[in-house]
């Protein structure tokens, strides 16, 4: 431990995010509890509290790297325990605004883990802290104040057990990490502070998810197949192997038009997506489950950073602050380099700053924010505010998808900023623009891309035939987007 700030720390909800703050809170404070209303397993199982868990669950590259800054050695943990890796672009076929982007290696790691066995390695690493305790089945009920309401002392919670009366947990720090369904924007009111503004983006998404056995090799190598919605085929899926030889399909549809979960409209609406090869993969293997569903009406952020006011001892994290579009992979990235920002406030030795820590996770937000809640608003029934900037960028874009179907080195950058390793203003760099405009302009010549797939015998540079001889993208070699 660094120099201890306090006492006693309280982490509200033993999700990703909570784990994530638990583990830096234990240099800093004596003892941390976590509290959840699930009665959290040793071993890696779904749970009540955790339903999205039965999904598909990306790890973005900058989230994978923040993961191992926090707990180092554990992508080798995960992939000693069977879970598949790969490289993020050579490894995945990803179709983006209708098109395959180039596959080439990018250097950035594709970790296949589910989300229960991601979790669960998570939280043995923070179990295995000597000053961490669970405190699990129980309910979070409220917060407790001092009379003026300027300081947060502590939860009150509800044991899941007949009988139990309420208690309270002291805290010199407690932090919410509860989810999408945070209370603390009520729990502020209730103490006399204003509601933080909160924005929307309604995008009345529905998911429904299967596993399937399937030949070890069913996609040639490729460990996940990513089909991207786009205006003209809203439609989305999602194809990845597992650890335990799984795969996991996960179908996602946007304002209302969702996918069933009987398993013939299943199928049907797999066959629906506008590329085969996902459909091809699934129609004759063997289900290992029923489809399960999953409604998700609304990104939503909290701008608590905008608040003048705010009390003492209560910080809010995750899902809890902003709960982005999943098919963008965001979340539990963002809740690790949350987790990173706090661990900086607390290295400086003193109690953590609310506003303060708040206004540096809104800047960590800001960017997946923007590419989730701007993304969405290409579909055109999504209600938001389209700037000229958002149309601007969206058929940018658009326009750099297309030009990287046989470009590796604009795949590998858009999947840089995508995998949040990146920022957003890379990809207008005059080397991609040019490449981005010399890439349109072959497709405009009417110029067939080569194979759109990486070799893996060979990673040559992509050219394209122009009347009659080969061209390299202006600026250099084409390249494996390294
Ligand atoms: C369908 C879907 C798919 C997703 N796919 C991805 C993906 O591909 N990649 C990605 O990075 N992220 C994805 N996410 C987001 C990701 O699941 C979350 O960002 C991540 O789990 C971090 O959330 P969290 O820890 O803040 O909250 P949650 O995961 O929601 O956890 C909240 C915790 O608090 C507990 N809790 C809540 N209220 C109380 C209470 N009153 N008392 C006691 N305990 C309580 C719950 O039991 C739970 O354990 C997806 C989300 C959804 C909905």
Same mark, same amino acid.
């Given at each position: 431990?660094?120099?201890?700030?306090?006492?006693?720390?309280?982490?509200?909800?033993?999700?990703?995010?909570?784990?994530?703050?638990?583990?830096?809170?234990?240099? #800093?404070?004596?003892?941390?509890?976590?509290? /959840?209303?699930?009665?959290?397993?040793?071993?890696?199982?779904?749970?009540?509290?955790?339903?999205?868990?039965? &999904? =598909?669950?990306?790890?973005?590259?900058?989230?994978?790297?923040?993961?191992? !800054?926090?707990?180092?050695?554990?992508?080798? !943990?995960?992939?000693?325990?069977?879970?598949?890796?790969?490289?993020?672009?050579? /490894?995945?076929?990803?179709?983006?605004?209708? &098109?395959?982007?180039?596959?080439?290696?990018?250097?950035?790691?594709?970790?296949?883990?589910?989300?229960?066995?991601?979790?669960?390695?998570?939280?043995?690493?923070?179990?295995?802290?000597?000053?961490? =305790?669970?405190?699990?089945?129980?309910?979070?009920?409220?917060?407790?104040?001092?009379? /003026?309401? $300027?300081?947060?002392?502590?939860?009150?919670?509800?044991?899941?057990?007949?009988?139990?009366?309420?208690?309270?947990?002291?805290?010199?720090?407690?932090?919410?990490?509860?989810?999408?369904?945070?209370?603390?924007?009520?729990?502020?009111?209730?103490?006399? %502070?204003? $509601?933080?503004?909160?924005?929307?983006?309604?995008?009345?998404?529905? %998911?429904?998810?299967?596993?399937?056995?399937?030949?070890?090799?069913?996609?040639?190598?490729?460990?996940?197949?990513?089909?991207?919605?786009?205006?003209? &085929?809203?439609?989305?899926? #999602?194809?990845?192997?597992? !650890?335990?030889?799984?795969?996991?399909?996960?179908?996602?549809?946007?304002?209302?038009?969702?996918?069933?979960?009987?398993?013939?409209?299943?199928?049907?609406?797999?066959?629906?997506?506008?590329?085969?090869?996902?459909?091809?993969?699934?129609?004759?293997?063997?289900?290992?489950?029923?489809?399960?569903?999953?409604?998700?009406?609304?990104?939503?952020?909290?701008?608590?950073?905008?608040?003048?006011?705010?009390?003492?001892?209560?910080?809010?994290?995750?899902?809890?602050? =902003?709960?982005?579009?999943?098919? %963008?992979?965001?979340?539990?990235?963002? #809740?690790?380099?949350?987790?990173?920002?706090?661990?900086?406030?607390?290295?400086?030795?003193?109690?953590?700053?609310?506003? $303060?820590?708040?206004? /540096?996770?809104?800047?960590?937000?800001?960017?997946?924010?923007?590419?989730?809640?701007?993304?969405?608003?290409?579909?055109?029934?999504?209600?938001?505010?389209?700037?000229?900037?958002?149309?601007?960028?969206?058929?940018?874009?658009?326009?750099?998808?297309?030009?990287?179907?046989?470009?590796?080195?604009?795949?590998? #950058?858009?999947? $840089?900023?995508?995998?949040?390793?990146?920022?957003?203003?890379?990809?207008?760099?005059?080397?991609?623009?040019?490449?981005?405009?010399?890439?349109?302009?072959?497709?405009?010549?009417?110029?067939?891309?080569?194979?759109?797939?990486?070799?893996?015998?060979?990673?040559?540079?992509?050219?394209?035939?122009?009347?009659?001889?080969?061209?390299?993208?202006?600026?250099?070699?084409?390249?494996?987007?390294?």
């Amino acid at each position: 431990m660094g120099r201890q700030i306090g006492d006693r720390a309280v982490v509200l909800g033993a999700s990703i995010a909570g784990l994530l703050a638990a583990r830096v809170l234990a240099d #800093a404070y004596g003892q941390v509890t976590v509290v /959840d209303r699930d009665e959290l397993p040793e071993l890696a199982m779904h749970r009540r509290g955790v339903p999205q868990g039965r &999904h =598909a669950h990306a790890l973005l590259a900058r989230g994978q790297q923040a993961l191992e !800054e926090l707990f180092p050695g554990l992508t080798a !943990e995960l992939i000693a325990h069977g879970v598949p890796a790969g490289d993020m672009l050579a /490894d995945a076929r990803l179709y983006f605004s209708g &098109h395959r982007l180039r596959q080439a290696p990018t250097g950035l790691g594709l970790l296949c883990a589910s989300r229960p066995v991601l979790e669960a390695h998570a939280r043995a690493r923070v179990r295995a802290l000597p000053n961490v =305790a669970f405190l699990d089945s129980c309910d979070i009920v409220g917060l407790a104040a001092t009379p /003026d309401g $300027r300081r947060v002392t502590g939860a009150r919670l509800l044991r899941r057990a007949d009988g139990s009366a309420e208690q309270v947990l002291d805290a010199d720090l407690v932090v919410d990490a509860t989810g999408r369904g945070s209370r603390t924007p009520l729990w502020l009111q209730g103490l006399g %502070y204003p $509601r933080p503004e909160t924005e929307q983006v309604r995008i009345g998404l529905g %998911y429904a998810t299967r596993t399937y056995r399937l030949p070890p090799d069913a996609l040639d190598g490729d460990l996940a197949i990513l089909h991207g919605a786009t205006p003209e &085929h809203p439609r989305a899926g #999602a194809l990845q192997v597992l !650890e335990g030889d799984r795969w996991m399909l996960t179908l996602a549809g946007i304002l209302g038009d969702h996918p069933p979960i009987d398993p013939d409209g299943f199928l049907a609406f797999a066959r629906s997506l506008r590329f085969p090869d996902i459909y091809q993969a699934i129609r004759d293997a063997a289900p290992l489950d029923d489809p399960v569903g999953f409604r998700f009406p609304a990104s939503v952020r909290h701008r608590y950073e905008r608040l003048d006011r705010f009390p003492d001892g209560l910080l809010v994290t995750g899902d809890a602050v =902003a709960s982005f579009n999943p098919i %963008y992979g965001q979340g539990m990235s963002v #809740a690790a380099l949350e987790a990173l920002t706090l661990r900086r406030h607390l290295e400086r030795g003193a109690a953590p700053r609310p506003r $303060r820590l708040f206004r /540096d996770l809104a800047r960590i937000v800001q960017v997946p924010w923007d590419i989730a809640a701007g993304g969405d608003l290409v579909f055109p029934g999504v209600q938001g505010r389209r700037t000229p900037t958002t149309r601007l960028v969206n058929a940018y874009i658009a326009r750099l998808h297309a030009a990287a179907a046989r470009d590796a080195r604009l795949a590998g #950058a858009f999947v $840089r900023v995508a995998g949040l390793v990146a920022p957003p203003q890379s990809l207008l760099r005059p080397g991609i623009a040019v490449r981005v405009l010399w890439g349109n302009l072959l497709l405009a010549a009417g110029v067939s891309g080569r194979s759109r797939r990486w070799s893996r015998r060979s990673s040559r540079a992509p050219r394209a035939m122009v009347r009659g001889r080969w061209a390299a993208p202006p600026g250099g070699r084409g390249g494996s987007g390294r």
